[in-house]
T-cell receptor
Framework: KQEVTQIPAALSVPEGENLVLNCSFTDSAIYNLQWFRQDPGKGLTSLLLIQSSQREQTSGRLNASLDKSSGRSTLYIAASQPGDSATYLCAVLDSNYQLIWGAGTKLIIKP | KAGVTQTPRYLIKTRGQQVTLSCSPISGHRSVSWYQQTPGQGLQFLFEYFSETQRNKGNFPGRFSGRQFSNSRSEMNVSTLELGDSALYLC??????????????FGEGSRLTVL
């Protein structure tokens, strides 16, 4: 059974720092991995989608990597800003075409 | 271009009642998927509809059901509500079936409280 883990559960850093969020999964048979952000009381916003054949994707200050063999993905945020404060979730599309979600990392960027 | 619209945004029900939630996808999107989010279990996949057909279903009891109409709008229904059904219910739309790895666009959710 696929399980997705995100560490740490919460992270607080000063504005301007670069940071890395981690996501691990137990079964390497995935179709893709996606990173989302969720603001309080809101739905989810898709940030990056990495297909199983890809190693990384970039969008602006965000870079996500995928290592299927080790069951790991990282989301790198450069030059963090207070507006980056949110909960970040990763999800893998498993062999049953179902999205399996991590519990999220709550990120706080201090001005 | 309008985003994904979910109604109602908030509702309160009592145990044993039933509830129907609605989701209008982005214009042109044919896939709608539903998710339950709770503090204890996190996000869990409920089901996915594409072209009025249920394409996939998560591990939820039969009290949870859904449907999709010809205009791609979708509804989900929960019958015989239990306290544990209190959650944020999110729907997402996509141009293609999730199995084809389309990008997902989420609504703001319907927050259900069961008393």
């Amino acid at each position: 059974k696929q399980e997705v883990t995100q560490i740490p559960a919460a992270l607080s850093v000063p504005e301007g720092e670069n940071l890395v969020l981690n996501c691990s999964f137990t079964d390497s048979a995935i179709y893709n991995l996606q990173w989302f952000r969720q603001d309080p009381g809101k739905g989810l916003t898709s940030l990056l989608l990495i297909q199983s054949s890809q190693r990384e994707q970039t969008s602006g200050r965000l870079n996500a990597s995928l290592d299927k063999s080790s069951g790991r993905s990282t989301l790198y945020i450069a030059a963090s800003q207070p507006g980056d404060s949110a909960t970040y979730l990763c999800a893998v599309l498993d062999s049953n075409y179902q999205l399996i979600w991590g519990a999220g990392t709550k990120l706080i960027i201090k001005p | 271009k309008a985003g994904v619209t979910q109604t109602p945004r908030y509702l309160i029900k009592t145990r044993g009642q039933q509830v129907t939630l609605s989701c209008s996808p982005i214009s042109g999107h044919r896939s709608v998927s539903w998710y339950q989010q709770t503090p204890g279990q996190g996000l869990q996949f409920l089901f996915e509809y594409f072209s009025e057909t249920q394409r996939n279903k998560g591990n939820f009891p039969g009290r949870f059901s859904g449907r999709q109409f010809s205009n791609s709008r979708s509804e989900m229904n929960v019958s015989t509500l239990e306290l544990g059904d209190s959650a944020l219910y999110l729907c997402a739309s996509s141009l293609v079936e999730t199995g084809n790895t389309g990008e997902l666009f989420f609504g703001e959710g319907s927050r259900l409280t069961v008393l």
